[in-house]
């Protein structure tokens, strides 16, 4: 079939190869629709032609508004972050697009999976990918499944995990797995296939797997690594580290958490290399880099790096977190202190919070945190943030993710750590006589009698991390004051339970 600008959704544009696909996309003119859950995580990421639906793959009444009208639709969705069974939700998930997908008349369906040769000893993880593939076609939508193998690029989870082994450990004990043969592919290579699927002349469902020209091994893999960042590294083979302790490894010395270790781990046993050139003769105009290309390319965006695996809704394991109501209680620890600058100037510090920067003041403090985190299987510290200043609604900030932001005057922070309830950690900058006041402000709803006795435990901790933080943001604002400024009055705390209100 002919495809004339059709309209085009893209389920997960939050995620990482979704993210970069919807740019590809707007960058080529199409007409594009995304689908996502939290449609404020796409502020600013999306240009004037492109829609927004809130809508969830599990929940199929959403899925109706959400096809209407849609041409060819690219299926960009996984739940190895949940906290559940992953291959329940992707199958509940893909039959509920499938079928809503066939009702709505949609003439394309494009799938990205993972390469494997099927049978009994394939992983859990990458048949639950091969049987997605099988589903969306289920209905009689055509529907083109691009299989792959690891993906490297800047801010990928496989190529995370490879940067952080090689940069922290010069020696490594590695298990079998390291021997695997993979085919590994570029992200932007990726896109290109998937946006090549748009003006491919085909009305029957159609599999293809995508690779680079070389093949090697995860360990070959991580020496080029190194070679191109001058790390010489040495292995020691233990066959008997079994895959869920270098889970817990990967956790400790990777951004990888122990939960999303685990079943990434699973597959890495079988091998994923393409066993036919279907791709090549069907997509010529393509032609992917080796993998020295590959890692020379994800080494020289990593700082710029436009998504981030880590920055996907579900990599934290939950898919939102409605902010309480005014009618129920919260426990409330909120300061302010004065600066004689801007809110503009006020708010620089603000959004500059986490990742490299680090939290301003008690850091040892912080990294504890994180590492408890990581031993209780959540999220750490590890995750960074995407970039060093610019923040957006769904990125994550460490062990935090970006709830909402206003530029000059608002961050608010939902927490994705391992906690008995919910927390927010956020700050106001508000316009003030000859300056301006930054209001820090921590929220948290216990879950039951447990989660009151956590915050009062971490109570001497707050009081000394919160307002050092507050006193150090206020420091660092205050480096450029205004001309007419007059001193600063102290820092203000007033704490109590209270609505939120005023978020």
């Known amino acids: 079939m002919t495809l004339h600008d059709p309209l085009v959704l893209v389920t997960g544009p939050t995620g990482y190869v979704g993210g970069r696909l919807l740019t590809a996309l707007q960058a080529r003119g199409a007409r594009v629709r995304c689908l996502t859950r939290r449609p404020e995580s796409l502020a600013g990421r999306i240009d004037e032609r492109t829609e927004v639906v809130e809508a969830d793959v599990l929940e199929p009444d959403t899925l109706t508004a959400a096809l209407d009208g849609v041409e060819v639709a690219y299926y960009m969705v996984h739940s190895m972050g949940s906290r559940g ?110 946006g090549g699927a748009l003006d491919l002349d085909a009305d029957t469902s159609a599999t293809y797997e995508i690779g680079g020209p070389d093949r090697v091994s995860y360990g070959e893999l991580m020496s080029e690594y190194g070679r191109q960042r001058g790390l010489e590294r040495r292995f020691i083979s233990v066959p008997f580290l079994t895959p869920r302790l270098s889970s817990l490894w990967l956790g400790l010395v990777t951004p990888v958490y122990a939960r999303v270790a685990r079943k990434m781990i699973d597959g890495l046993r079988n091998e994923t290399i393409v066993g036919n050139d279907q791709a090549a003769r069907d997509f010529p105009q393509i032609h992917p880099r080796g993998v020295a290309a590959a890692v020379a390319g994800a080494i020289t965006d990593r700082n710029e790096a436009p998504t981030r695996w880590s920055d996907s809704i579900s990599s934290g394991g939950s898919a939102r977190r409605a902010l309480p ?93 391992k906690l008995p309830g919910k927390a927010w950690l956020q700050f106001r900058v508000e316009p003030s006589r000859h300056g301006s006041i930054i209001r820090q402000t921590a929220f948290f709803e216990p879950k039951g009698l447990f989660g009151r006795l956590y915050w009062h435990a971490l109570s001497p901790f707050h009081q000394f991390v919160f307002p050092g933080m507050l006193r150090r943001i206020a420091e660092i604002a205050s480096v450029s004051p205004t001309p007419t400024a007059t001193p600063a009055p102290p820092v203000g705390v007033t704490a109590g339970p209270e609505p939120l209100h005023d978020a």
Not at 358 to 372: A, N, P, S, V
Not at 388 to 402: C, E, H, K, M, Y
């Open 85 to 194: 069974s992953f291959e329940d939700e992707d199958r509940a998930a893909a039959t509920n697009f499938a079928a809503a997908a066939a009702r709505a008349g949609v003439r394309r369906i494009v799938y990205l999976g993972g390469l494997g040769r099927s049978g009994a000893s394939l992983s859990d993880h990458l048949a639950s990918r091969q049987e997605v593939g099988r589903i969306l076609s289920s209905t009689g939508v055509p529907t083109i499944e691009f299989r792959a193998s690891i993906i490297v690029g800047s801010g990928s989870l496989s190529f995370e995990v490879l940067r952080g082994l090689v940069h922290k450990l010069p020696i490594m004990i590695t298990p079998r797995w390291v021997d695997t043969l993979t085919q590994p592919i570029a992200i932007e290579d990726v896109i290109a296939y998937l």
């Open 325 to 417: 109501t005014p009618l129920r209680r919260q426990i409330v620890d909120s300061r302010w202190v004065w600066v004689p600058t801007t809110p503009e100037v006020a708010f620089k510090p603000i959004q500059r919070i986490g990742g490299r920067t680090g939290w301003y003041y008690g850091e040892r403090l912080w990294d504890m945190r994180g590492f408890l985190d990581l031993v209780m299987g959540g999220v750490g510290t590890r995750r960074g943030r995407r970039h060093a200043v610019d923040l957006a609604p769904g990125d994550t900030v460490d062990f935090w993710r970006v709830e909402a932001i206003e530029p000059d005057r608002l961050l608010r922070l939902v927490a994705e750590m």
